[in-house]
């Protein structure tokens, strides 16, 4: 979660913390109104209570409005330290209480965490708009705005000032009367419809389960996903049977494996109605809302669409830009995934069933035309993909990049007990960071994989203030006796929300409004994305991938079938993701005024562009939850954006000749991930790789340098 100032910019799903009867402790005070006495400055997860969060949160406000009154009201002539400064330094236990509320509600929600998000909802809204849109604060802001050529600040310090400025013209300080009460309610409203897109997603995920009682309709699923199965009735209390779900080590591995196509159908439909069916937690109409209310903001401040607002901020800077990458490649990607389609419906030919591809045929079809044309089946590498031996392999890749070490902390307070913790140090020692690893999947936690921080990097008086970030992931956790062994995607996810973390940990800035992960979305991938790359390289596997019954390293030979097979269904995944992007951005150029239906849209934007029917858009409308619940709304093509860069950047490390080359690992450091928000993004990149990237190597890693 990003935060402005202390504020918090949305609001996220909410959930439920580990609580502990403060009266059993013996213990009356509000854990946030005091300083953490905890090693390396982490959140005292042992000592927080839910009731905590309220008072916690309107004292936070308080507070920066205090401090935010003092700003305005001084005689002194407006300068950087005594206005820019000091509204960067407001706020410190609104931050507080927002780190842990927001970042934890996430991972593990209950109602009274819903309730408190609600309630706390409006109130966050009405504080921030009264910061932003305080006319006296501003003139103060813009006093020293004007006059930024004249005061000889550093890089970093213009680069605050001007974030500063243009956080408050961009909110609607330049807006006369009239304009700012349309403006404060529009945001109050968004700030409750991004809450309950959330909340219904979350419950439309944990509402549906396929039970199955007869061994014959597992045919074709692996015994690591009956085993899972089986383990999750038995939760359920309906032991005896295999219980699948809509979170994805379940529904994935079901579609792609399991012979049943009547259940197949059955959990693809299920999987893609997720907030589309027409009862209490249908996302439809909020969708329509939100997009006029983004249209309507927008609007207010003199831009076109929200698209051009958003991207103004980006590296892609206009819409025109971002089009421009989607459609070149979704004309290289869909031959390709025609193609695949074609090839499948061979092999469903073949099989003699008279039946024609589907979408829930696609993953099943796509694995048997793999295995047929690679002899490559996924599953054979699961028992070399053990968790601890994945993270330690990770830890290795870090060191002889960085030369930094990851420390297990036994000493520091959890928020669950499937966490861990682990101190990250340089390689003399001197204290980094520190980062919470959150794999498995349970139903109190909302879907997907992210990176976020407890606390950020930044200076104070001179000292380091070092970061507390975490890793939250849906992972496949342990089956009985079986330690949690990971799939390849699952790795790949892993070495991406590391990247993530890495950007947060090796931060190195003064202003923490400008620390790590603060870059524009476009940008921010990067870090993450060019982690990827490492994860399969064959040094790599070597540190990792080991049977974690036998220790034997991976044979090469299955190493050989991975990478042969690895361009294999990128049509699919490209469109599919690229399907998505042009949604997102179709929703978000939409004019002011224009009232939509959300599914109509949807598919009137994916008839224009062509869209196969077996392929639906990586996220549909109804449970897009990176554009109506996170951050991401006209940004989804940062993905792909990043993707060429990290191709690019990714290649200077392969054109070394060797993958951990110390010169080129400095050079990322430097200037990438200890920079954070403080250069335009480009001058970054061209800082490390001496030139703006090149999209011929993202075009080869996918294997669509073909078709083009």
Known sequence: M???????????????????????????????????????????FNKITTPDFVPAFQEGMKQQQQAVTSIYRQRSVPTFQNTIVALEESGKLLNKVSTVFFNLSSANTSPELEAISKQMAPELSKHSDDIYLNADLFKRVKAVYDKRELLKLNIEQRRLLDKTYKGFVRSGANLNAAQQVKMRAINKEFSLLTLNFGQHLLAEVNSFELLIDQQADLAGLPESVKAAAAQSAKQAGKEGKWRFTLHTPSVMPFLQYSENRALREKMYQAYISRGNNNDANDNKKIISRMVALRAEKAGLLGYK???????????????????????????????VARQEAA???????????????????????????????????????????????VKAGFFKVANKLYGITFTALTDVPVYHKDVTAYQVKEADGTHIGVIYMDFFTRSSKRGGAWMTSYATQS???????????????????????????FTADEVTTFYHEMGHALHGLLSNVKYRSLAGTSVPRDFVELPSQVMEHFAFEPEVLQFYAKHY????????????????????????????????????????????????????????????????????????????????????????????????????????????????????AKSFRKNVLEKGGTIEPMDLYKAFRGKEPDMKHLLKDRGLNKAL
């Open 2 to 44: 990003k935060l402005k100032n202390g504020i918090p910019s949305m609001i996220l799903i909410c959930g439920m913390l580990l609580v502990t009867d403060k009266t059993v402790m013996g213990q009356n005070t509000n854990p946030f109104m005091e300083e953490y006495n905890t090693p390396y400055g982490v959140p005292p």
């Open 305 to 335: 669409s929200h698209a051009d607002f958003v991207l103004e901020e980006s590296m892609a800077k206009s819409p025109k830009e971002a089009y421009d990458l989607l459609n070149g490649l979704w004309d290289a990607a869909l031959p």
């Open 343 to 389: 090839d499948m419906q061979k092999m469903m030919d073949k099989e003699g069933k008279n039946e024609t591809l589907e979408a829930w045929d696609w993953s099943h079809y796509a694995d048997k035309v793999r295995k047929e044309r690679y002899n490559y089946d996924a599953e054979e590498l699961r028992p070399y993909f053990q968790l601890e031996n």
């Open 459 to 485: 200076y104070k008086e001179g000292k380091r203030i070092a970061p507390v970030v975490s890793i939250v992931c849906n992972f496949s956790g342990p089956n009985g006796d079986e330690p949690a062994l």
């Open 549 to 664: 019954k036998t220790g034997a390293v991976v044979p090469q030979e299955l190493i050989t079938k991975m990478k042969n097979a690895g361009k294999f269904n990128q049509g699919f995944e490209t469109v599919e993701y690229l399907a998505a992007s042009l949604l997102d951005m179709g929703f978000h150029t939409i004019p002011v005024g224009k009232e939509i239906d959300a599914v109509k849209f949807e598919m009137a934007e994916m008839n224009k562009y062509g869209l196969i029917r077996q392929i639906a858009p990586r996220y549909r409308s109804t449970y897009f939850q990176h554009i109506f619940a996170s951050g991401y709304s006209a940004g989804y093509y940062s993905y792909i954006w990043s993707a060429v860069l990290d191709s690019d950047a990714f290649a200077a490390f392969k054109e070394s000749g060797n993958i951990f080359d110390p010169e080129v």
